[in-house]
Nanobody
C-alpha cells in the first residue's frame, strides 16, 4: 500500500502556472505506476496524466497535452505535475493515484488502488 499526500494547489489566473506534488510513503513507490486525476464539481473523476514506474513512459489526456508535464523522483518518493497555460476549465480537485507492482502506464480510475486526499486548483478568467 502507498499513502499519498498532494500539495501545491491554489488560485491562479488563466495563463498562469502551478506545480503539484504528491508525497508518497511506503517502500513500493518506485515499483508503482502513478497518475494524476481530477474532479470538477458535478462531474466524474477524469484522467489527466500517467507515468510508468521508471519514467520511461508517460501519457496525457488530450486537453492537457503540451501544457502539463508529469514527472517523478523515485529517490524522493514524489510525483509531480507541472501545469502551464492554465485555463478556467482546468479548475478541479486534483488527485494522485498509485498502483503497485506494474510497469505499465494506466489511465483508468478503477485500476488504481491508492489515492491521495486531493488538492484544489482554481483558475480564474
Amino acid at each position: 500500500q502507498v499513502q499519498l499526500v498532494e500539495s501545491g494547489g491554489g488560485l491562479v489566473q488563466a495563463g498562469g502556472s502551478l506545480r503539484l506534488s504528491c508525497a508518497a510513503s511506503g517502500r513500493t513507490f518506485s515499483s508503482a505506476a502513478m497518475a494524476w486525476f481530477r474532479q470538477a464539481p458535478g462531474k466524474e473523476r477524469e484522467f489527466v496524466a500517467a507515468i510508468s514506474r521508471d519514467s520511461s513512459s508517460t501519457y496525457y489526456e488530450d486537453s492537457v497535452k503540451g501544457r502539463f508535464t508529469i514527472s517523478r523522483d523515485n529517490a524522493k518518493n514524489t510525483l509531480y505535475l507541472q501545469m502551464n497555460s492554465l485555463k478556467p476549465e482546468d479548475t478541479a480537485v486534483y488527485y494522485c493515484a498509485a498502483r503497485a507492482g506494474t510497469d505499465l502506464v494506466l489511465v483508468r480510475v478503477y485500476l488504481y488502488e491508492d489515492w491521495g486526499q486531493g488538492t484544489q486548483v482554481t483558475v480564474s478568467s
